[in-house]
């Protein structure tokens, strides 16, 4: 299984070798390979120049052309190839937006962050391992490629991903490394919020979440981020892998700040769960019968309540209230969700129109309010979801 994916892009690498050039795997596959942790996308690094790429393969997608970097499908699927390149010029503390092609592989894993991840491979599994990338992978540590200092000065998102390869991969960050990232901290602030984001959202989620948030609080790194830098950080324990959009609905449950969530440039999508999210870590506290549960679940999603209920170690070493784990857990979620007779407003056999037309009144805002009590009665069985029990209800509560 593992080779898998090597052995699929294999007819690349040889037919570009076929063409006079050099090929490797490189970065993440060719590590996580050496560490025996599944691998799910390939990089492609080869001496050829983005132009003699889209000459030897019939379909190709330009898709990083000036940084070298052209699409190859193959067999239905989209492979990354590389040109060998030299960065420099490095401005602000971000990546170049000139790069220059080589011919040397060397060079190419020179301009790598960090060593695991500067290894080579052929496809007969023959490493090119000039920084002696899995010697720290045995000893499990986190090194840079060269000097920390000038390398976390070229670029300052590599220190973030250096603490979010330590999250994902329970590494060591040496001491060189980590020093280098308390100096030069404070120059993440030239990034990119997005950017940012990419490592955060990995960072997050590694099963050594709890030493590296700890070392992104001791560096300080949080008072450089935009929306991060606005909150109390001392205040946020992270001690589980959590994802993304449940630590950001954490912190903003812990810590209320108006319109905050614009800094971060997330999707809408993103954003609205998150929101949902600081809505069920409020209310599932609040629960406490059996008709606050069915509604609850009637409103919230199943798998939205669950993750929220995984959380809730984190969230009571917040310092929030968690949901009282007798009326709530995985089992009576699901069971609840189960007896529930409609599952939305759409499944009501009365809608609005039916309302106003049997009491033949104008529409208004009191519409809103007594639909919802319909639903509420329906969802809790106090009513049955047929059109003539509804439109009695109506008749009988109803003042208009
Ligand atoms: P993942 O498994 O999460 O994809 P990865 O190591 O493949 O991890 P990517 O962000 O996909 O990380 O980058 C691919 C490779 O490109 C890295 O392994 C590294 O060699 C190189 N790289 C990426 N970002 C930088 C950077 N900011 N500075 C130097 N090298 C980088
Ligand atoms: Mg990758």
Redesign the pocket.
């Known amino acids: 299984m593992r080779y898998e994916l090597f052995e699929r892009a294999k007819p690349i690498l040889n037919q570009i070798q076929q063409h006079g050039f050099e090929a490797y795997y490189?970065?993440?596959?060719v590590?996580?390979y050496l560490m025996g942790r599944e691998?799910?996308?390939i990089?492609i690094t080869t001496s050829a120049t983005p132009d003699e790429i889209e000459d030897i393969f019939d379909k190709t997608i330009p898709i990083g052309k000036e940084h070298g970097t052209i699409n190859v499908v193959y067999n239905d699927e989209n492979y990354e190839v590389t040109t060998f390149r030299a960065?420099e010029d490095y401005v602000d503390h971000r990546?170049p937006s000139e790069v220059h092609f080589v011919r040397d592989l060397y060079q190419d894993?020179q301009?790598?962050?960090?060593t695991i991840?500067?290894i080579a491979m052929d496809t007969n599994y023959n490493t090119y391992d000039y920084f002696d990338g899995e010697d720290d992978i045995k000893a499990k540590q986190i090194r840079t490629v060269g000097v920390a200092r000038e390398?976390f000065e070229?670029?300052a998102?590599?220190i973030i991903?250096g603490l979010?390869?330590q999250s994902?991969l329970n590494f060591q960050i040496v001491n060189e490394t980590f020093e280098a990232m308390a100096t030069q901290i404070s120059d993440i602030q030239y990034l990119s919020i997005e950017r940012i984001v990419?490592e955060l959202k990995?960072l997050i989620n590694g099963i050594n979440v709890s030493e590296s948030f700890k070392n992104m609080k001791e560096i300080q790194a949080f008072n450089y981020i935009p929306f991060f830098k606005a909150f109390n950080m001392n205040k946020v324990f992270i001690n589980e892998p959590l994802s993304f959009e449940i630590w950001i609905a954490l912190m903003l449950a812990q810590q209320p700040i108006e319109d905050s969530l614009k800094a971060l440039k997330i999707s809408n999508l993103e954003k609205s769960n998150i929101q949902n999210f600081v809505n069920l870590i409020k209310i599932l506290p609040k629960v406490e019968s059996k008709q606050d549960l069915i509604t609850v679940v009637y409103d919230y999603n199943l798998s939205d309540i669950e993750c929220v209920l995984t959380a809730n170690d984190t969230l009571k070493e917040n310092g929030l209230e968690i949901a009282n784990p007798l009326i709530i857990n995985a089992t009576s979620i699901k069971e609840t969700d189960a007896q529930l007779p409609i599952h939305t407003r759409k499944e009501m056999d009365v809608n609005g129109g039916d309302i106003i037309k049997h009491l033949q009144v104008k529409s208004g805002p009191w519409l809103k309010d007594v639909l919802r009590q319909i639903e509420l009665a329906i969802i809790t069985q106090q009513m049955n979801n047929t059109k003539l029990e509804i439109l009695e209800w109506v008749d009988a509560n109803v003042k208009v």
Not at 111 to 114: I, N, Q
């Open positions: 490189v970065g993440g596959s590590r996580d691998i799910h996308d990089d960065e990546r894993v301009r790598r962050d960090f991840n500067a390398r070229e670029d998102l590599r991903r979010r390869f994902q990419v990995k």
